[in-house]
C-alpha cells in the first residue's frame, strides 16, 4: 500500500535552515504530484508547496523565495529545504501525494491529495 514517511523535522532559531525528506513507496512516484502542507494548533492546514511529476514546482506566498520544493524521482523521495525560518512557519509539515485532480484549487486544494504523511514537527523559535 502507499505510505508516506516524513523527516527531518526539529528545532531552528529564527533565519535558520531544515530540510525535510518525505520518503514514498506503494506506487509510481514519478507519476505522482506531491504536495506539502502543514497546520499549527488551532489553524487549518495549509499548502506549502506542491509539485508536479514534471517538477514544476509552485509556492503559497509566505514562503516563495525562502523555501524549495524538490523531487528524486530516483529515490522516490520529496524534499523540503527551508531558508530563513520564521517563528510564523512553526507547525506539523506533512507530505500528501495523488495523480488524479478531483476538485477545483489544484495542487493547492488538500482535497485534492489522497495519500498523507504523519506529519513531521517543526519549531522556530525567535
Known amino acids: 500500500q502507499v505510505q508516506l514517511v516524513e523527516s527531518g523535522g526539529g528545532s531552528a532559531q529564527a533565519g535558520g535552515s531544515l530540510r525535510l525528506s518525505c520518503a514514498a513507496s506503494?506506487?509510481?512516484?514519478?507519476?505522482?504530484?506531491m504536495g506539502w502542507f502543514r497546520q499549527a494548533p488551532g489553524k487549518e492546514r495549509e499548502v506549502v508547496a506542491a509539485?508536479?511529476?514534471?517538477?514544476?514546482?509552485i509556492y503559497t506566498d509566505s514562503v516563495q523565495g525562502r523555501f524549495t520544493i524538490s523531487r528524486d524521482n530516483s529515490k522516490n523521495t520529496l524534499y523540503l529545504q527551508m531558508n530563513s525560518l520564521k517563528p510564523e512557519d512553526t507547525a506539523m509539515y506533512y507530505c500528501?501525494?495523488?495523480?488524479?485532480?478531483?476538485?477545483?484549487?489544484?495542487?493547492?486544494?488538500?482535497?485534492?491529495?489522497?495519500?498523507w504523511g504523519q506529519g513531521t514537527q517543526v519549531t522556530v523559535s525567535s
Open positions: 509539485i508536479y511529476s514534471h517538477s514544476r514546482a
Open positions: 506503494g506506487y509510481t512516484f514519478s507519476s505522482y504530484y
Open positions: 500528501a501525494a495523488d495523480h488524479l485532480l478531483v476538485v477545483s484549487g489544484g495542487l493547492f486544494n488538500p482535497r485534492n491529495y489522497k495519500y
